[in-house]
């Protein structure tokens, strides 16, 4: 098979599957927590309330992007593999190409600084860069299929993970506020309960009791509520369905 079917192959298998990721990632960094010099786990509260904010600048580039994104550009299409109705080369997508890979990176540098493990920052973004690599590459053949020299044209002007901020395009439909609700809140409590895991197993690695700091209850049970509350609204009524999005 040659390379680039076989790139694209495997870089299909991956999308359908990125919901995973996370797993493996949370493992592998209880065992980086596990491994690491006790001290430099003790509870601090300045740092990581640091990592936090980290992890919620990601957040807020996904809702940047998702917020102006129209129907099928940049969906949550796991099973289904890609799809794409019309090509979004404004807002976000006017200066990079995958901003909501790079969203990513950024929420998951909260957790990986927390485990407070060199080897392990240094090792993560290589194999976050391999992994994720595959499944743009799937991505943009499937859209240079779909598109033609419309995305040809495209790609040559914006960076595939480095914002280019020159050719920036105003979004060409509205910020909606209920997109971003319906599509993002797992995402959203997904940062909280990573950082209540590591804390649980941290202060049971230092102490052997597993509790939670109180600084990371009183964050996230309001995370919780929000959580809790927008997926009724979600499951219960149609509120945040809006159209085209």
């Known amino acids: ?32 927590m596990y491994l690491t010099n006790r001290q430099a786990i003790l509870f601090d509260p300045v740092k990581e309330l640091v990592f936090l904010g980290i992890s919620l600048a990601g957040e807020a ?4 992007t998702v917020g102006f994104a129209p129907r099928n550009t940049s969906g949550r299409n796991t099973t289904a593999g890609q799809v794409a109705e019309d090509l979004n080369t404004t807002g976000a997508y006017s200066i990079l190409r995958h901003p909501l890979y790079l969203g990513n990176l950024i929420m998951w540098l909260g957790p990986i600084l ?14 976050y860069w391999l992994y994720y690599e595959r499944i743009m590459f799937a991505e943009e053949q499937f859209l240079r299929t779909r598109f033609g020299d419309a995305y040809d044209k495209w790609s040559e002007k914006v960076n595939a ?10 979004p060409a439909l509205p910020f909606s506020f209920r997109n971003v609700l319906k599509r993002e809140y797992n995402s959203f409590i997904n940062i909280f309960l990573i950082f209540v895991l590591l804390d649980l197993l941290r202060n049971y690695f230092l102490s052997e009791r597993i ?10 049970i309001p995370a919780g509520v929000i959580w809790t509350a927008v997926r009724i609204i979600h499951k ?3 509120w945040l369905e809006v159209p085209g999005r």
């Open 1 to 32: 098979m040659a390379l680039v079917h076989e790139f694209e192959r495997s870089g299909n298998w991956l999308f359908k599957r990125r919901s995973w990721l996370p797993v493996f990632i949370v493992a592998a960094g209880i065992t980086a």
């Open 61 to 64: 580039l996904r809702v940047l």
């Open 114 to 127: 927390f485990v407070r493990s060199s080897v392990f920052i240094i090792l993560f973004f290589p194999v």
């Open 161 to 170: 993970f480095i914002p280019g901020f020159r050719e920036y395009i105003k």
């Open 211 to 220: 509790y939670l700091t109180p600084m990371w209850m009183w964050i996230s």
């Open 236 to 238: 219960k009524t149609s």
